[in-house]
């Protein structure tokens, strides 16, 4: 990871390859935000920045020679848009300019941080725009992330918690980015669990695998069949951060088809290319878990990793399969494309078994949240207190989460002929019906859904501290609710 520190040095006397300030929309134009520069500079780079390009609006980053009196190399010139107070705003102001600035060895970011969230929000933004993904180039110039980064901030010991926290949290997300992005050959059910593993290393989280075998003598029929059809085996992997006396008991069950081909119903292919980040509910569980744990958050938090390859064979399941759960529950598989619910179905009832005081669940579960919300705002539903406790929780995070309803009326359409319910049903509101589906497995615990297909993965390109490829989308979300948990007395 990127270097991450805090500096109370005057800004312009720092030996830096570049120099970050920010800029505001005004009704009377752009305002560049330069107290960090010397008078003579602070002032000519005001009166410019009309004729310079600079608007102030998010994600408009420039970079000019620094003028004298600067030790930086480049002052660089990020817009906050029309609010410099609001934290997202500080978050995405600093993650765009370190972002744009990958390949530069070292970095100061000054802007204004007048509050402990503003100082929070730009060690966030800035530690999370420092993201290069590049296992798979052999570009000798390969992308590299900003190499490190101090932020100036009034009192920097005052700031040492703050800086801890945004360094584990930005691993954890970028661990998940680097889950999303890798390769479906590289990244089998299996793989993950290793990598589950390899990532709890020295952090006090204990992981345990069920391999295929342990899986179908434990009855976990939902992982068992979508697993089926791939020569790589399914893995239901438990990852637990258990600290005495805990708070609270908080269980997460994540979606983690390593790739979705649709299975024997088959995607058309250009639906195919983005599905193997349909393991990003699975890489945010294992996130948040590992954050909570290196922040000895004092909060029990269990991850139900949920790992299967979703493939069409000789050996898959077939439309009109019926299938038990672990705990005994039947499923008509009507269609086998729908198969994030049967694995996580399994998870959350092995979840529900421990008793937590809440379980949340993480998916790229469903098209229709793309159609509903977009390809940035999240979906949630579940108890309504613990629905509005994520829209709540990801307000804090800076991440967007809209709360949607279960109507009751939509589980008919899930009545099956054969079993005691089909995994799909009707089309229309397709996010809620698969909520609906999990919503039968759950029972009486606190619960809520979080349906993330869209924001998990960037399909489009970069903006603020958001790359292209997996976003590390709910990690921030989950972390603040653990959080808040753990402070709730
Ligand atoms: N993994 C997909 C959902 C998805 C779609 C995630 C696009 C990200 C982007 C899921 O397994 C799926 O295929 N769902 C079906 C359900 C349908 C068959 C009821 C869908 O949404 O079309
Ligand atoms: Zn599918
Ligand atoms: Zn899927």
């Excluded at 602070?42 to 998010?58: E, F, H, K, V």
């Excluded at 279960?406 to 909520?435: C, F, Q, W, Y």
Aim: net charge negative.
């Amino acid at each position: 990871m990127t270097d991450l520190t805090v500096t109370s040095t005057s800004p312009a006397s720092l030996d830096v390859d570049a120099l970050v300030v920010g800029a505001v929309r005004t009704e009377l134009g752009p305002r560049v935000l330069a107290d960090a520069l010397p008078a003579a500079a602070a002032t000519r780079l005001a009166s410019l920045a009309p004729a310079l390009g600079i608007t102030g609006a998010p994600d408009d980053v420039h970079r000019f020679p620094a003028p004298d009196g600067v030790a930086a190399r480049v002052v660089v010139v990020t817009g906050l848009g029309s609010d410099p107070d609001d934290a997202e705003a500080l978050r995405r102001g600093a993650g765009a300019a370190v972002r744009t600035l990958a390949g530069t060895a070292s970095v100061a970011v000054a802007l204004p941080v007048a509050s402990d969230a503003a100082v929070s929000a730009v060690l966030e933004g800035s530690a999370l725009g420092a993201y290069a993904f590049d296992r798979y180039t052999t570009d000798p110039e390969k992308p590299a992330a900003v190499g490190a980064v101090q932020v100036v901030v009034p009192d920097a010991k005052a700031a040492r918690d703050a800086v801890e926290r945004a360094r584990v949290l930005a691993t954890s997300v970028h661990l998940v980015r680097d889950l999303v992005n890798a390769a479906p050959n590289d990244l089998y059910p299996e793989a993950f669990a290793g990598a589950a593993k390899d990532a709890a290393k020295g952090t006090g989280v204990k992981v345990t695998v069920l391999d295929d075998k342990a899986l179908a003598s434990g009855g976990y029929g939902g992982l068992v069949a979508v697993g089926q059809g791939s020569v790589r085996g399914p893995r239901l992997v438990k990852v637990a951060w258990s600290p005495s006396k805990p708070a609270a008991k908080v269980a997460l069950v994540g979606k983690g088809i390593t790739f979705d081909s649709g299975g024997i119903s088959l995607k058309p292919p250009t639906s195919m290319v983005a599905m193997k980040s349909d393991m990003a509910g699975a890489a945010a569980v294992l996130g948040t878990v590992l954050a909570a744990a290196r922040l000895k958050l004092p909060v029990a938090v269990t991850g139900w990793l949920c790992l299967a390859e979703n493939m069409p064979s000789g050996t898959a399941q077939r439309p009109s399969d019926v299938i038990t759960i672990r705990g005994g529950k039947t499923v008509e598989v009507l269609n086998t494309d729908a198969e994030g619910r049967l694995v996580l179905a399994d998870g959350l009832v092995a979840a529900l078994e421990e008793g937590p005081d809440v379980v949340l669940d993480v998916a790229t579960l469903t098209g229709a949240q793309m159609v509903a919300l977009g390809a940035r705002v999240s979906a949630v539903m579940g108890s309504d207190d613990v629905r509005d406790e994520v829209v709540a929780a990801a307000g804090r995070a800076g991440e967007q989460f809209w709360p949607m309803p279960l109507p009751a009326e939509l589980r008919e359409s899930l009545a099956s002929k054969v079993a005691d319910i089909a995994n799909i049903g009707e089309r229309h509101g397709g996010m809620l019906v698969a909520g609906l589906f999990l919503k039968d497995f759950v029972g009486q615990t606190p619960w809520a859904h979080l349906d993330i297909a869209g924001p998990a993965f960037n399909e489009s390109s970069a903006f603020g501290y958001t790359p292209v490829g997996g976003t590390g989308v709910a990690v921030r979300t989950l972390l603040e609710l653990v959080e808040s948990r753990g402070n709730r007395g």
